[in-house]
């Protein structure tokens, strides 16, 4: 079995070598065999693991998903329902984002508007941070 050291895993994976020995104590990727020299080796396919990791990480997916999704992923004739629930969850958290930051977007927008530029007693921004009920909605 042809194994590899860290350095070369950081540079086929695009991950640097102290995420890569994080994902190792997280449990992302599972202890590499030593060497007599006590350094990390690796099978050169923990590559793809960690784009995938990478890949995830990307998209916003947290340690728990990608931990069930990579483990999935090392199944390929498991059904992907499960991997699908994951990525669902993770969509409604990215449009519950979204949905908060437009909210954001339109109440700072009306700070702007509101702002006189003149001085700061009569200050749009300052008014309306100052009393939430001049806001556009209860909670953004």
């Not at 530029?117 to 100052?130: H, M, P, S």
């Amino acid at each position: 079995m042809t194994l590899v050291p860290i350095g070369w895993l950081s540079h086929e994976s695009g991950v640097k070598i102290p995420t890569i020995r994080y994902y190792e104590n997280i449990g992302l990727l599972p202890p590499p065999v030593r060497s007599e020299s006590n350094r990390r080796m690796y099978p050169p396919e923990m590559a793809q693991r960690l784009r995938f990791i990478r890949h995830a990480r990307q998209l916003g997916f947290d340690v728990e998903a990608i931990r069930r999704l990579a483990d999935l992923a090392l199944k390929p004739t498991t059904p992907c329902g499960e991997a699908h629930t994951i990525a669902c969850a993770r969509l409604r958290d990215i449009e519950d984002k979204i949905a908060r930051l437009v909210a954001q977007r339109a109440e700072v927008l009306h700070m702007i508007n509101t702002c006189a530029q003149g001085c700061i007693e009569k200050c749009g921004v300052i008014e309306i941070l100052e009393d939430h009920t001049k806001c556009l909605h209860e909670s953004h």
